[in-house]
Structures are given as structure tokens and as C-alpha cells.
């Protein structure tokens, strides 16, 4: 199982960054895909995650209605849209692939996102 991250920089509260992560090594569409993110000092956090059966998703509360995350199965790639962004949104994002929720859960090596106030 490889995950690769992409798409993170330094951005401008109020801007969009879409964050890519490109897997490779497993069959993906039968997989859940999540990100997760870790501030500096704070515990990691799961930010979305998209199921592999009927693409439903699930957001913490603090994401609700500025980040999207999709998926598309014929690229192997799963996507986090992030809009209005807020300095608080600052920190390491890791992509995660698990088979289902009690499987094991492989990880990216996280992209830095970065927003400046």
C-alpha cells in the first residue's frame, strides 16, 4: 500500500487549497479513504472520510460546509477541497486507506497546509 499527498502549501485565510492524495498497491474503490490532520501541539484529528460503498461521507463539526472530500476510483485518487480556510486549519494532512473501520489503516506521509491570517 503506498499514499501520496499533494496539493498543500501556504495559503491566505479565506483561500482554497485542494489537497490529492494518489494511492497505489491495493484495490481502492474497496477501500475507505480518510484525512486526517495534526497542529502542531494538538492531538491528530480526523477531518473526513469517504466510504468505498455509496461514496457516503462523514466531516468534523469544524470542516462542516468549507471542505469537500471525493473520491475518483479510476484514478486511484481521493481529494479534500478545503474553501474558506482560517489559521486554525494550519497543519500536517494525512491521507488513510482501511479496508473497513476495525481493519488496519495505512497513512501517508501528510502534506504541510499552512494559512496565514
Known amino acids: 500500500v503506498q499514499l501520496v499527498e499533494s496539493g498543500g502549501g501556504l495559503v491566505q485565510a479565506g483561500g482554497s487549497l485542494r489537497l490529492s492524495c494518489a494511492a497505489s498497491g491495493f484495490t481502492f474503490s474497496n477501500y475507505i479513504m480518510s484525512w486526517y490532520r495534526q497542529a502542531p501541539g494538538k492531538e491528530r484529528e480526523l477531518v473526513a472520510r469517504?466510504?468505498?460503498?455509496?461514496?457516503?461521507?462523514n466531516y468534523v463539526d469544524s470542516v462542516k460546509g468549507r471542505f469537500t472530500i471525493s473520491r475518483d476510483n479510476a484514478k486511484n485518487t481521493v481529494y479534500l477541497q478545503m474553501n474558506s480556510l482560517k489559521p486554525e486549519d494550519t497543519a500536517v494532512y494525512y491521507c488513510?486507506?482501511?479496508?473497513?473501520?476495525?481493519?488496519?489503516?495505512?497513512w501517508g506521509p501528510g502534506t504541510q497546509v499552512t494559512v496565514s491570517s
Open positions: 488513510t486507506a482501511r479496508r473497513t473501520m476495525v481493519t488496519i489503516q495505512f
Open positions: 469517504i466510504f468505498s460503498v455509496g461514496g457516503s461521507t
